[in-house]
């Protein structure tokens, strides 16, 4: 019991440090964010039919929780291109002041995440991979009971990178030139 209230305590925490992190953006990251959360939404929309398009189309209908995990995908993979841009007061990100094997594996996560949402809400027999594997009749028995736990996965991955790089703008800042320079 001791280690679960250490967990929560610990993911409150690291929550309260991202929504530090979240306060401190600019309009340029909010615009951004934005920007990228539509272009993404669109492209993984049209893709996988959930916005009808003369281009792709579906042969098995979207489910309803479909909607929602696109939404949120594409809403987590904005704000977490957004975490990439850099201030105009912040110099150079190197070794010292980054660490780097965080921000490779939050990246990492956030592209995963973004490829495990395609697959969760793209039609089952219409992705060629599943196709290819599992045949018609594998896609529609395994592949598709499969999917919400993909989404699942898609929300935790991007999620998880987002919280990540949002604590690292209040936890571990990139020094600006007046602060270095006053040193």
Same mark, same amino acid.
Request: aromatic share 10%; charged share 15%.
């Given at each position: 019991?001791?280690?679960?209230?250490?967990?929560?305590?610990?993911?409150?925490?690291?929550?309260?440090?991202?929504?530090?992190?979240? $306060?401190?953006?600019? @309009?340029?990251? =909010? +615009?951004?964010?934005? %920007? !990228?959360?539509?272009?993404?939404?669109?492209? &993984?929309?049209?893709?996988?039919?959930?916005?009808?398009?003369?281009?792709?189309?579906?042969?098995?209908?979207?489910?309803?929780?479909?909607?929602?995990?696109?939404?949120?995908?594409?809403?987590?993979?904005?704000?977490?291109?957004?975490?990439?841009?850099?201030?105009?007061?912040?110099?150079?990100?190197?070794?010292?002041?980054?660490?780097?094997?965080?921000?490779?594996?939050?990246? $990492?996560?956030?592209? @995963?995440?973004? =490829? +495990?949402?395609?697959? %969760? !809400?793209?039609?089952?027999?219409?992705?060629? &991979?599943?196709?290819?594997?599992?045949?018609?009749?594998?896609?529609?028995?395994?592949?598709?009971?499969?999917?919400?736990?993909?989404?699942?996965?898609?929300?935790?991955?991007?999620?998880?990178?987002?919280?990540?790089?949002?604590?690292?703008?209040?936890?571990?800042?990139?020094?600006?030139?007046?602060?270095?320079?006053?040193?």
């Amino acid at each position: 019991m001791r280690s679960f209230q250490l967990a929560v305590s610990s993911s409150r925490l690291a929550l309260e440090q991202a929504a530090d992190g979240l $306060r401190t953006w600019t @309009a340029r990251q =909010v +615009l951004t964010s934005a %920007a !990228v959360a539509l272009g993404f939404g669109l492209l &993984l929309g049209v893709a996988t039919v959930l916005i009808p398009n003369p281009i792709f189309s579906r042969e098995i209908p979207p489910v309803w929780w479909n909607y929602p995990v696109w939404v949120a995908t594409s809403v987590f993979s904005g704000m977490l291109v957004a975490t990439y841009l850099v201030g105009p007061d912040v110099t150079g990100t190197g070794p010292d002041t980054v660490d780097d094997r965080m921000e490779r594996r939050s990246g $990492r996560f956030g592209i @995963a995440g973004s =490829v +495990l949402a395609w697959f %969760a !809400v793209g039609c089952p027999v219409c992705n060629k &991979l599943a196709l290819l594997a599992l045949g018609y009749s594998g896609a529609i028995n395994w592949f598709a009971p499969a999917q919400p736990f993909l989404a699942f996965g898609a929300l935790i991955l991007t999620g998880t990178a987002l919280v990540w790089r949002l604590r690292g703008q209040t936890v571990c800042p990139v020094p600006s030139r007046a602060k270095e320079l006053a040193q």
